[in-house]
Structure formats: C-alpha cells, structure tokens
C-alpha cells in the first residue's frame, strides 16, 4: 500500500537566507545555516535547521544543495522592459554634453521609444523584450513588474500590457504589470496635457482595467512628464477601478511627489533622488515602500543621492530594482543594482538583498506571496553558489545563480 507523502520536495545541504527578520541569526538575513525547506503544492511547508526536522517526514523529491545557498526568488520590482528599438545614439549624445532632458525636449527620449514601440507588433515586443527578460531571469529573478508607457494611446497601451503578460508566460517568471499611461506626452497632445490625461482617466484606464491587464498603475510626476494635479486625476480614477498606484516621484526635481504618492498610500515611490524629509515622513506614516533605482543615478551620471539616512530613520522599506528601460537605465542585472546601491548609495549588502527580495514584494503588495523563506509563502527560490550571502551585493558582473524554483518546481536559469 502506498502512502501519501507530506512534501512534494525538500532541499537540504544548503545554507539559508530567509529575509525573514523574525527568524534566523538576526544578521539582516535570517541566516539559518545547514538549512531545510520543504515545499508542497507549489508552497512552503516547513523552513529551519535541518537538525528540527520534523521526525517521520517523507517527501517525493529529495534535492541537495551541496552547501549551496538559498534565498527567496529575486523581485525586480520596477522595469519597463517591453519596448522596441533602442537609443544607443542618444548615450552618445548624452555623453558629448546634451543632458537628458534637452533630448527630451527636442523629441527624442521617451518619445523615440514612443515611436519604435508603436510601429512594432506584439509578437515584436515579446521577442524583444524575451531576451532582456531571460537575462533578468538567469540571475535568479522569479517576478518581474514591467510598466506599459511607450503607448500612450489605448491600442499600443494595451499591446505593451499584453506583451508583458505574454512574457511571463514565455519565460517561466510571475509578471506584474502596471498600467504607466502617463509616462510622457504623446506628439498628438503637444500642448494639451491635460486632455491627454483625460483620455488616460476617461478612456486608456478603464480599457485597461476592464481587460484585467494591470496591477497597478503609476506616473512619471517631473517637469518632463506630468505635474502633481495631473497625477492625482490619473491617482483618482485608479482608485476608481480599484488599482492600487505608484508614482515616478522626485527624479530630478522636487515635486513633493513621494508626498503625494503617501497621501494616496501607494505601494510605492520610486526614485526619490529629490525627496524631501517632510515626504519620508509621509511614506513612512503610509506604509509606502522606497524604490531605489541606482542604475538611473548611474547612468544619467546623477549626483544628488535619495535621502538613504533618512528613509532608514523613518523605517521606510527601501527595496531594489532595475527600472529596465531603453533610456536611462539600459540594465537587466538586478545583482547589479545590488553591488550600486551600496557603492552609490552606502546601503548595506543586507539592505540590499531585501530591496531585491521582501521589500520588493511590498513594493508590489504581494508580500503575503512572496519575498521571505517562510511556510505558507509560494516556493519561488534562487539557489546561489555562494559562501556567504553578501557575496550577492559583493562580486559586478558575476552570476553565481545555480538554480531557480518557481512555485515549487525547478525550473530554467
Ligand atoms: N523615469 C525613468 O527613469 C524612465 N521613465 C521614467 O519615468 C525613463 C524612460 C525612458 O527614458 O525611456
Ligand atoms: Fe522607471
């Protein structure tokens, strides 16, 4: 007589890096060292010491990890990685002396993007951003939100956003999309701003929210993009449709962005180089989680740092990502942003593996799914050949990334 098993799969031999900051040394890791973690149905049943095993456990797939590492899946959790074509020529540009804002102005930027994206189909989107998006996931990336915005208009909108979905799919990674209708300005609208934001509340948004095709929705809120009123129309009718937001906020000027996105308790705000302790604050008063996107401050060769001493003091999540896009952060390492966030931004390499992993999952409200090693959460794992965990943040340019799980099961790097 056969008897059902208790797990579907158990991994021992391996260290842990739970992120879990209830459980482990209290390193900022939740370390648990010669670890276990057993998985059913696609879940965490059991995580700890492997010497608490409980007794009389039977699981069907037994994996060891050879003193390997494992840690949550990693969580980009702010990329616009569809897209067609890329700006290349502008990099050049930019670095003969024209700032990125000039380009912007004289058409180029966003609205290049704008153009390439819109002549391309959807099967075009996918081919191209599959690449970008395998390369996300050969470093251990099991969810990914990738924004819309080089639509803006409803059909390539919508295409952007089925693309997106597509892509999951494709590659074996959970994808959260979000709805960036008001990233820039169409060439159509010049200067009508607000009848472009109009059509975004009054007829982009609910198309897009009646196909079910964001998670979310966000606002590119500058001088180059939309101004505070404008983001909080786009703000209110989300809410209308019942879309939790997050907002572009304080990039390159103080708009008291990160302000507004706390009064409207978004997931998040992202960026921050500009914020003002009066909006740290704010974000930490709504439970508003801090994104970081250091390849941005890199590669625009940005000087002025997001206030990190502040956002730590106010205990405000500060979570990782790569904001993937054609202009101002053409990057598809999150281990990357790992290594720049402490080097540019002074962040410890513990802070840092939670900014790509719990804090990004609260960065897209889906902390209860995933994010930490710990039961009931889904088993979306990486598995690292690594000595220590802050080898992740420590070595550019090297993937240690030995294995992925996705919902339990292994699944290609
Ligand atoms: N902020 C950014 O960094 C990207 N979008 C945004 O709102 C830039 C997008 C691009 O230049 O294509
Ligand atoms: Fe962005």
Redesign the pocket.
Known sequence: MSIDPLWDALWINVHLATMDEAAGAGDGYGTIRDGALAVRDGRIAWVGPRRDLPSGWRVVTEHDGRGAWLTPGLIDCHT?LV?AGN?ADEFEMRLAGTS?EEI?KAGG??AS?VRATRAASEDDLVAEGAGRLRRLVAEGVTTVEIKS??GLDTANELKMLRAARRLGKACGVEVKTTF?GA??LPPEFSGRADDYIALVCDEMLPAVADAKLADAVDV?C?HI?FTPAQTERVFDAAKAHGLPVKL?AD?LSDLAGAQLAARYRALSA??LEHTSVDSVRAMAEAGTTAVL?PG?FYF?REVQQPPIAMLRHHRVPMALAT?C?????PCTSLLLMLNMACTLFRLTPAEALAGATRNAAKALGIEDEVGELAPDLRADLALWDISQPSELAYAFGANPCIGRVTRGRVSAT
């Open positions: 616009h897209y700006r990125y912007a930027g966003i993007t915005g080089y960036l990233h820039a590119f500058e993009g572009h990039q992202d960026h996107l941005a625009l904001d896009n054609p202009g101002t952060s």
